[in-house]
C-alpha cells in the first residue's frame, strides 16, 4: 500500500523536496571511494534523480530498485542507462527476490556482488522492527567493506501516519544515536554523518531534520 501511494504522487516528490544537497553529497563520497564500473544498488531508487542520474554520469554500474510502478517509470525515462526491478525492499538478499520478483542477482545468488547501496529516505516507510532486517539484507548483497549510504528523518517515530501530497504514508524514523546503534547491529560503522534541517514545499508536513549517513559494511 505504500508503494501504491507512491505511483499518483510521481514527480510532485521532488516538488516538495527540490534541495537534495545531502543526498548528493553522499553520491561524491561514493564517486571518491569507488572504482569506475562498481555496481551500486540504489534501494528506492523514486524517480531517479538526483542518486542514480549522478552515478551513472561519474562511472558506475548503478541498478534501481523501487515497487512503485509509476516511480520506476520515471526512473526508466530519466537514466535509461541504469538497470531497474519492481521488488519490495523485505525481500532482498532472499529467495523471494528471485521467486517472487525475477531478480535472482539481488537474491541469494547476489550476495557480496555489490560495492555500495544507497537507500535515501526508503528505510523510513518500514515499520522500525523491519528496518534493521531490512539493513542486514542489504549488508549480505555488499562485498567486504562496501559502503552504505543512508538517508533518514531525525525522529522517534514508528509507522506513524502522516499526510504527504494528497496520500497518507506510514513513517518511522530514529534518534540519530539511536540509528548509529541500530545499524551497528546490522553490521555497518558509520563513517561520518550530517544533518541538515529541512522544511518539506508543497506539502503540510513539519519541518524535519534530514541524517545523511556514510556507511561501511564491516566484519
Keep these: ?38 555496481r551500486v544498488l540504489d534501494i528506492g531508487c523514486g524517480s531517479g534523480e538526483p542518486t542514480l542520474r ?6 558506475l554500474t548503478v541498478t534501481g ?12 525515462q530519466a537514466v535509461p542507462e541504469a538497470a531497474f526491478h519492481r521488488i519490495d525492499m523485505y525481500d532482498l538478499a532472499t529467495p523471494r527476490a528471485a521467486r517472487a520478483w525475477g531478480a535472482p542477482e539481488l537474491g541469494p545468488a547476489g550476495q557480496g556482488s555489490f560495492a555500495a547501496a544507497t537507500a535515501f529516505f526508503s528505510l523510513i516507510l518500514l515499520p522500525q522492527d523491519e528496518i534493521p532486517v531490512v539493513l542486514g539484507r ?3 548483497l555488499l562485498r567486504p567493506g562496501g559502503l552504505l549510504a543512508l538517508g533518514m528523518v531525525e525522529a522517534d517515530l514508528d509507522n506513524a501516519p502522516l499526510p504527504f501530497l494528497g496520500q497518507e504514508l506510514k513513517i518511522s524514523g530514529y534518534l540519530r544515536e539511536d540509528l548509529a546503534r541500530t545499524l551497528a547491529g546490522a553490521g555497518f560503522s558509520v563513517e561520518s554523518g550530517s ?13 524535519e531534520e534530514q541524517l545523511f549517513l556514510r556507511c561501511r559494511r564491516v566484519s
Design 1 to 38: 500500500m505504500q508503494a501504491l501511494a507512491f505511483d499518483p504522487i510521481g514527480p510532485r516528490y521532488s516538488e516538495a523536496f527540490p534541495t537534495k544537497s545531502g543526498q548528493l553529497a553522499c553520491g561524491e563520497w561514493l564517486l571518491s571511494e569507488l572504482e569506475p564500473g562498481a
Design 54 to 59: 549522478q552515478l551513472v554520469d561519474g562511472g
Design 65 to 76: 530498485a523501487d515497487l512503485s510502478d509509476g516511480m520506476l517509470g520515471l526512473a526508466r
Design 138 to 140: 542489504i549488508r549480505d
Design 195 to 207: 544533518g541538515h534541517p529541512y522544511a518539506p514545499a508543497s506539502t503540510t508536513l513539519p519541518p
